[in-house]
């Protein structure tokens, strides 16, 4: 496997992990597939800002990618920032988000950021279960902040020091 920062040709592959995630899970809290120049629209925002989005490949292939941005808005919150990180469903379990969560890690570190936060539906033990063994302590639930198919859901704030 290996990590490397994305690049535009990436964003297709981005593209199709990110709308999988919409269409069979609860971990992006929206129903609406997005287009590719949505997620250029994504990706240059946070590039130009200085934060990082990576690719994990394997054989070739972006089989998941991890990114993170500001935590909320101020510069109050300059130290903090909150991450987003999806794996190809069939690859999942493997160890592929793993990888990719300590590369997001380091490069914080490198920043010099001091907080990072994870928001995670209530329902997605896998995911609190994972965070929690990178150190992730929960900090918040927010009951019925979000629905999707006209369910409301739950989200669960976690938060690491660095």
């Not at 054989?59 to 903090?80: L, P």
């Not at 690859?91 to 914080?108: H, K, S, T, Y």
């Not at 997605?124 to 279960?129: D, G, L, M, Q």
């Not at 979000?146 to 669960?156: D, G």
Request: glycine letters at 8%.
């Amino acid at each position: 496997m290996k990590i490397r920062e994305a690049t535009l040709s990436d964003i297709s592959a981005i593209t199709d992990i990110y709308n999988e995630v919409i269409l069979k899970t609860n971990a992006i809290y929206r129903e609406s597939q997005v287009n590719p120049d949505d997620r250029v629209k994504w990706f240059n925002q946070r590039v130009d800002s200085g934060y990082p989005v990576i690719v994990a490949e394997i054989n070739g292939e972006i089989v998941g990618y991890g990114a993170f941005n500001d935590f909320r808005f101020g510069e109050g919150y300059s130290g903090t920032v909150e991450h987003s990180l999806h794996v190809k469903s069939e690859n999942r379990g493997n160890g592929v988000g793993g990888v990719i969560m300590a590369e997001l890690l380091a490069i914080a570190l490198k920043q010099n950021r001091k907080i990072m936060v994870a928001g995670i539906d209530s329902e997605n033990t896998r995911s609190i279960e994972f965070h929690k063994r990178f150190g992730f302590i929960e900090t918040a639930r927010m009951p019925g902040v979000a629905i999707k198919h006209e369910k409301r859901l739950t989200l669960v704030l976690m938060q690491k020091d660095l």
